[in-house]
């Protein structure tokens, strides 16, 4: 591997036994895809089966003697540069990880998830939570199992977090939202009390064609510049993206024939996500840089957030789309782009976090990282969710779902075993706080961008320059200071929304 | 692993090995399912990477000092039973193959078919032999190199043959060839001097909706009892069956929204492929007898090859989904049963192997044998490919295609490094003619069961506990003594064919 950003020896020895990882990795990524996305129903327990056994080898491999000398060879190796660090940043915590999780631990949580992804799915369709409950029951004993197997110096829940943004602890999430808490109630009370609050839109009745609704979705892409070459659309029961490799990304969004902004924005959000690992550094390809288990979620979170709310809910985005929009329904002609504004800027509080405006968002994340820090705390049991969820939900939004299906069922995480994922949902929207205000900064008025003719494009090489292309090489925190010369702090993005919703309400 | 088929110890230590082979092969299978499928473009370089580095990992797993001490100690074993013997058939030939091939020569294959595969389908849309050319040349290359590593008695191309059907020889082959040349030549001047015979059916120029004609293919499986649950139908270039568990099988066709015929058996005959490997005793999943190394080709065509002309090709067959095919053009309603059965079986020389009718099919493989034997032997040389081609089909069939694209470029299999495969096509054809005989024998008149409501059912069972349940535990040659107490001979389907057709014309 001839490559100009990595000069040491060690390093390239390193990385050429990465290349096996990679692959098995790379294979591990389409298997995952393919289980959300077009698998045969039955195939599920064998590809549990298969998951289980390559994370064993992964495993195995990784922790072959010549290759954990050789990193911890390179640690002490002087002059490393940053990608250098990076890969052994990256690699030294899933060493770590590796050496204190055993196999069949590692081949259980496999097995385990693989099958409760389905029935969480069939669980969902079917509104029966007691069918997901013994999985689920599972997946938090093996996630409190996992926390001590990999030891945590506060909090159990703080060795989950970590697994998701690099160093983050409990306390420090506490921090955030308490320091987010009262502005965001101050902003939502400000837009209950505006003559202009309603908790309805008509546009959100409008029904659609799917076909139609694919094909807003593909101009969306076009629109927001993807290469059809390296991406494609398909559909399943809750939207992800995969980065397959830096040439092959897929992304997913759902289509439920009325209220057209839940598929729209799904689309745009997954590929806010595809976007990142598409821009990396093409010389990283191949290393623990474009790794998913080395890239911050935060950052991961605040593309996908940046593109969905600063970019898609835009009145110059809706300008562009308007044409292809009108398009899902004859209806929809009477509805001009400030019409259309508002039906996608609607604050209320509502049960699905993934349909939540940019206001009430927050609140559904904080639910689920007190739920999280309970079940972790063992003082929430499994059983009782759907009680403590409806009764959150009342306290922080004043609302409760009338079904398991728009409640506690409502996001596929937990039953992928993602337990400790969702605050960084919450991190990662408010550093796209931050980017619009430095991008703003740099090249001008975010819509006045996407107005322009290459304005989409001048987006993208910014953000390519100051984020993408690093892949891995920072943290979130490193990354911050590096690119914008400052620390991350949520009042930007405060600050965004104040304004924003100001002019709406 | 407690399974009641492998009680040896030492056997139960191998699978137990095994199942990470297995992992890796699933992932595989998928890998390359997805290539020809979803895909994006662009993937196509990172994917023959990963293929690469996993075929690598694979023989290095393989030829693990105590893996293979494991298989050297087995065969010594007394009181193995069948499946047992199967298993270490099995692994003996994928360890002397691994043993014989350096991890860079499969490396190199893998990347260099990869890529041929993407390149291929690229000139056979641009009908431009050029471009796929200098592929050809390398695959070629490498599979003369490949000859030589693994050895032969006879002739280089003995070995290649062997990949696809254990012993199977060159000169085998010849004979086999020899002995159905004048036969069948017999029955094309039979059909010629006939006054039915013609060359065109006014069916072949019906256009069809790709919509409805994919709605005919659904409605066909149906007909043929598939479970969508493990089987599924897609669209590539050009179809094939990948299995990817005993519980997911991946199918696809093709459409060209004219000649519907193509689109039709072309599902039929991957289904027949994917029925095979749907019916293993489900105690084999995850052993080397569910492995497609492990298999007969030859048996494997029986199938598919069984399915396309004995079923699809009936009047029962046609009867039951006339409803159906009626409705892919309006059009249709003026053929009846008995015109869509001629047009099912028009014999006449064609450019397509895969659309041929039963009788000229086999002229298209000898073809095919002669051009890959004059490769290996260096006797034909790629560059002259076309020309040789369009000279052979002149003399064996009388016509000569007018573009590469349905000459030399209309197959996958040279762009996948499948050379030596073809001759299982005429061989696996020739076997599901005894396969009949002996159904009809057991349980009756194939026709008169695809009639009967649980006849397809019957003939399914009847597949299955003859040669389906057994997966690889028995050579081609050995299953058919074991299940028909005969040894295979290709007057089966002589007289199949002779029946068959002195009815139609």
């Not at 409950?133 to 829940?157: M, Q, S, T, W």
């Amino acid at each position: 591997m001839e490559n100009a950003l990595f000069k040491n020896p060690i390093i390239k020895q390193i990385l050429d036994y990465y290349a096996t990882l990679w692959a098995l990795d790379h294979l591990n990524s389409l298997a995952g895809w393919d289980l959300r996305t077009y698998m045969p129903k039955e195939g599920v327990v064998d590809r549990g089966e298969a998951f289980a056994k390559i994370s064993t080898l992964s495993q195995k491999i990784f922790l072959d003697n010549k290759f954990v000398s050789l990193i911890k060879k390179a640690e002490n190796e002087p002059d490393l540069n940053s990608y250098e660090k990076g890969i052994i940043r990256i690699l030294k915590r899933s060493l770590e990880k590796y050496e204190k999780l055993p196999p069949e631990f590692l081949e259980e949580f496999d097995k385990v998830t693989t099958e409760a992804n389905n029935v969480w799915e069939k669980a969902k369709i079917e509104n029966n939570f007691s069918l997901f409950e013994p999985y689920l029951e599972k997946i938090v004993n093996l996630c409190i199992k996992k926390a001590e197997y990999l030891g945590y110096k506060g909090h159990p829940y703080d060795a989950l977090l970590d697994e998701y943004e690099e160093g983050l602890t409990t306390k420090e999430v506490e921090e955030f939202f308490s320091s987010i808490k009262e502005p965001l109630k101050k902003i939502l009370s400000y837009i209950k009390n505006s003559s202009r609050y309603k908790t309805e839109h008509p546009l959100s009745l409008e029904k659609y064609d799917k076909k139609e609704m694919e094909n807003v979705n593909l101009k969306t892409l076009e629109f927001l510049n993807y290469d059809p070459k390296k991406l494609r659309l398909d559909v399943s029961a809750h939207p992800f993206t995969t980065n397959i490799s830096l040439n092959d990304h897929r992304i997913t969004t759902w289509y439920r024939e009325n209220d057209f902004a839940r598929s729209l924005f799904a689309t745009i959000h997954e590929y806010g996500h595809a976007l990142y690992e598409s821009q990396f550094d093409s010389k990283i390809n191949y290393t623990p840089l474009c790794n998913f288990s080395g890239l911050s979620l935060s950052i991961h979170e605040s593309q996908s957030r940046f593109w969905e709310n600063m970019i898609g809910r835009t009145k110059q985005f809706i300008h562009g789309m308007h044409k292809s929009i009108l398009g899902i329904n004859p209806n929809l002609v009477k509805y001009n782009v400030e019409e259309i504004y508002n039906y996608f800027n609607l604050v209320k509080p509502s049960l699905i976090r993934v349909e939540a405006d940019e206001v009430s968002y927050h609140f559904h994340v904080m639910i689920r990282f007190e739920i999280e820090k309970g079940l972790m705390e063992g003082k929430i049991k499994v059983k009782d969710l759907p009680k403590i969820w409806n009764e959150k939900y009342k306290e922080y939004l004043g609302i409760e779902p009338k079904t398991d299906r728009e409640g506690v069922l409502q996001d596929v995480h937990w039953s992928s075993g993602s337990i400790g994922y969702f605050p960084t949902y919450s991190i990662g929207t408010f550093l796209s706080g931050l980017i619009k205000y430095e991008i703003e900064k740099d090249i001008g008025d975010l819509g006045n961008l996407i107005k322009s003719e290459d304005g989409i494009k001048k987006i993208q090489d910014w953000l390519k320059e100051k984020i993408h292309q690093y892949g891995g090489t920072y943290t979130m925190k490193e990354l911050v200071k590096k690119s914008f010369g400052k620390d991350f702090s949520p009042s930007y993005f405060l600050s965004y929304l104040e304004k924003k919703y100001k002019e709406v309400y």
